[in-house]
């Protein structure tokens, strides 16, 4: 096995695999990334969100470097970030599916509306983040995309998050292995 395959943790690398694990044990809210190009819609659940500065006012995600998704925010220039509710598990499942994130139109699944950069947002989401494109980034297998925002709100209730390889909401803990509420 090459080097390069060892530290990336491809064939049970015990680096890789304690960082996977290590990286399980993070807690972090859920956000579903949405672009446009053309007539196609793009939306990908993805747990690393970043506001990262107030002067300009960016925001960061990482999204796989050769999606659809990511070369579409590159030739269009504005994508938005729709941060979920604790009540929208099932988008969140929908959207980190391979495949279902792409559609002619908006998506007849997730109700969405446009705002300052034509890019879709969420109905529903508990914040979100309309963009223009600032840069891209490389991070490994990753593109960092920041956006410069260009509007934003939220609204008040509980987020949904995710941890352990699972998601969770603040409102209603995960059961424990016998059923009981801890």
């Known amino acids: 096995m090459s080097a390069a395959r060892t530290r990336v943790g491809l064939g049970g690398d015990p680096i890789a695999d304690a960082?996977?694990?290590?990286?399980?044990?993070?807690t972090t809210g859920?956000?579903?990334?949405?672009?446009r190009h053309g007539e196609e819609v793009f939306a990908k659940t993805v747990s690393?969100?970043?506001?990262?500065?107030?002067?300009?006012l960016l925001v960061s995600v990482a999204v796989n470097a050769r999606s659809p998704l990511a070369a579409a925010v590159r030739a269009d220039?504005?994508?938005?970030?729709?941060?979920?509710?604790?009540?929208?598990?099932p988008l969140a499942r929908h959207f980190a599916a391979p495949?279902?994130?792409?559609?002619?139109?908006l998506f007849t699944t997730a109700p969405m509306h446009v705002r300052a950069t034509g890019a879709p947002?969420?109905?529903?989401?508990?914040?979100?983040?309309?963009?223009?494109?600032?840069?891209?980034?490389?991070?490994?297998?990753h593109a960092v995309l920041v956006g410069r925002v260009a509007?934003?709100?939220?609204?008040?209730?509980?987020?949904?998050v995710y941890h352990q390889g699972g998601y969770r909401s603040l409102a209603h803990p995960p059961a424990s292995p016998t059923g009981a509420r801890t």
């Open 19 to 26: 960082f996977r694990d290590a990286a399980r044990r993070w």
């Open 30 to 35: 859920v956000a579903v990334i949405t672009a």
């Open 48 to 56: 690393s969100l970043c506001t990262l500065s107030l002067d300009p």
């Open 77 to 89: 220039g504005r994508y938005a970030v729709s941060v979920l509710a604790g009540h929208q598990e």
């Open 99 to 105: 495949g279902a994130g792409r559609a002619l139109g």
């Open 121 to 141: 947002v969420l109905e529903d989401c508990l914040a979100w983040f309309d963009c223009r494109l600032h840069t891209v980034l490389p991070g490994g297998d």
């Open 151 to 160: 509007a934003a709100d939220a609204r008040p209730g509980e987020p949904l």
